[in-house]
């Protein structure tokens, strides 16, 4: 069913936006259907750079939940019975859609959560197409596993689970969606999302993909609305197999303590405070631009960006300049201009938590080497702007040293030996990624692999491979997504003994 059907059923009218293209009033895509939630609550989404409305998504409750959650479980024993190549199949038919619609999703996304044009289409869209392919590839090379003994051949076969709660965040929302919908469908579950009540258009435009290309009724579900009142119930849900949640660390918690009790399949992809460790024999011109990228992209707003640089003492005056220099370079401003490197950040709310902490810092001893408020133009002025912000000067005991603030602020730290950048980059209750930069190789990996965090990078950071496993360690999260760890988490792996005549 097309959006604007479910206004002829007597609920609160579609409105459209001016260009005539998208619905300024959200539904819910329940077994098939785009449906209008049971409730009257709604929520306005506001386009981050200039503080507009943009839509209004429903505030879902629990009988929205329960009905997504049947329509879900009705759909599994079909659409689970199909080979992994019938669903490979079904992949690629919603990449090949997505993938028509790539300008749609990078405008949207844009105008969704404030960031650049130019990073939501080579970012955001380009991902959320090859999520699709590239576990459509996994599906068709996957191997049945075979151990033999003298005696007897052991078999494994991968089951689905059954029905996957997916929760999502706002800073790269159709990436973490299709990441999450790709593996689980693939693996022959059926799934209820969750996408961030704050940037909920392009969990929107995909459920229309889905409707296009006719994927089986029930098989994918979403369901709008906020933490509480939807998020929580999904995750609760007593007919809910699994749930995959990336988000903040404190929402985690209480993921994890709605869902393991019932012993549920639980991923968390979590916060992350992650050191870039620059050695003076780095190529200063490749590092300073790869760790002021790792800063900053997104506005800082990704859980793997380096927001703790540490810098060997004998290049920290030359780094520092260097880097204060190319932070100043960037251009803050309209997102939808091709030319612009920051944007908006993601709220009002979240402004004023990264801005307090930026106060927090000058309270800490710290000294501001750049920030402020940008001067924007007066249709962006009750956007949430503030400028790249470095910061010196702070322990790296410091509450700004060591807590998440997922802005585009970060903080410099002299070190003096491979052991004491080890210690700072430890020292903190995250454990998510980071990066090395330093023209020894050996050295690289060798203070790498003695970061307690779930990946590094050496002279490179956000070099993603798709097969590799992804996720943190400490309070960053519990398990591992990505490749066959993905393949792996949404399914269960069953062992066949059969005895040799
Ligand atoms: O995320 P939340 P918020 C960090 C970052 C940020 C902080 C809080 O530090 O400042 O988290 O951000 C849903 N049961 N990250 O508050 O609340 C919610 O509706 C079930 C890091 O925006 O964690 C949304 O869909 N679901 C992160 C999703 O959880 C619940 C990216 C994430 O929202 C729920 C974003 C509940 N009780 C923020 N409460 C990363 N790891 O990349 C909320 N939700």
């Known amino acids: 069913m097309e959006p604007d059907k479910c206004c002829e059923s007597g609920c609160i009218p579609c409105e459209r936006d001016s260009d005539g293209q998208e ?10 259907e785009f449906v209008c939630p049971m409730g009257d ?85 380009q991902r959320s197409v090859s999520n699709f392919r590239f576990f459509a590839g996994m599906l068709r090379e996957h191997e049945q596993e075979v151990f033999e003994m003298s005696s007897a051949t052991n078999y494994v076969v991968n089951k689905p689970v059954g029905v996957g709660a997916l929760i999502t965040p706002w800073n790269l929302p159709l990436y973490l969606l299709s990441w999450k919908v790709a593996p689980a469908i693939g693996m022959g ?15 929107d435009l995909l459920m229309r993909v889905i409707d296009e290309v006719d994927l089986p009724a029930g098989v994918v579900n979403l369901v709008h609305g906020d933490g509480v009142g939807a998020g929580a119930p999904l995750v609760a849900h007593s007919d809910v197999d699994l749930v995959s949640f990336t988000g903040g660390t404190a929402t985690g918690e209480k993921v994890a303590a709605s869902a393991a009790p019932v012993f549920k399949k639980l991923s968390l992809e979590l916060g992350g405070k992650n050191a870039s460790i620059v050695f003076a024999d780095c190529d200063m011109d490749a590092t300073v631009a790869g760790v002021v990228r790792a800063g900053f992209l997104n506005q800082g707003q990704v859980c793997l960006c380096g ?32 030319a612009t490197d920051l944007g908006a950040l993601i709220s009002r709310q979240h402004l004023e938590k990264v801005q307090g902490y930026v106060e927090l810092a000058k309270e800490e001893g710290g000294s501001l080497l750049s920030g402020g408020v ?25 509450r700004c040293s060591t807590e998440e603030i997922f802005g585009p602020v970060v903080t410099l730290h002299p070190f003096s030996s491979e052991e004491e950048a080890v210690a ?8 998510l990624a980071g990066s090395v930069w330093t023209g020894n190789l050996e050295k690289g990996k060798r203070v790498s692999e003695a970061i307690d965090t779930g990946m590094v990078w050496v002279n490179t950071w956000l070099h993603r491979d798709l097969r590799v496993p992804f996720g943190g360690v400490k309070d960053s999260g519990v398990g591992r997504e990505g490749g066959k760890w993905s393949l792996g988490f949404f399914s269960e792996a069953m062992n066949v003994c059969v005895k040799h005549d």
């Open 424 to 431: 700072i980059a430890n020292n903190t209750r995250y454990g």
């Open 41 to 125: 609550e709604w929520m306005n989404v506001l386009e981050p750079a200039t503080g507009h409305r943009f839509a209004r998504v429903p505030l879902s409750g629990e009988a929205d939940v329960g009905d997504a959650v049947r329509a879900a479980r009705m759909a599994q024993p079909a659409w689970g019975a199909l080979s992994h190549s019938e669903r490979a199949d079904w992949l690629d038919r919603i990449a090949d859609a997505l993938e028509a619609r790539y300008e749609e999703i990078a405008t949207l996304e844009s105008r969704d959560t404030g960031k650049p044009i130019s990073l939501a289409r080579d970012v955001d869209a």
């Open 374 to 398: 940008p001067c924007m133009p007066a249709e962006f002025e009750h956007g949430n702007w503030m400028a790249p912000t470095v910061i010196e000067g702070l322990s790296p005991n410091s």
């Open 307 to 338: 927001s703790r640089i540490l810098v060997e003492e004998s290049i920290y005056d030359g780094f520092r300049d260097r880097f204060v220099d190319a932070v100043e370079a960037m251009r803050v401003g309209d997102p939808s201009d091709e």
């Open 189 to 203: 579950n059926t799934v209820v999302c969750k996408p961030s009540e704050l940037t909920p258009m392009t969990a």
């Open 23 to 32: 619905p300024l009033d959200l539904c819910n895509y329940i077994g098939g």
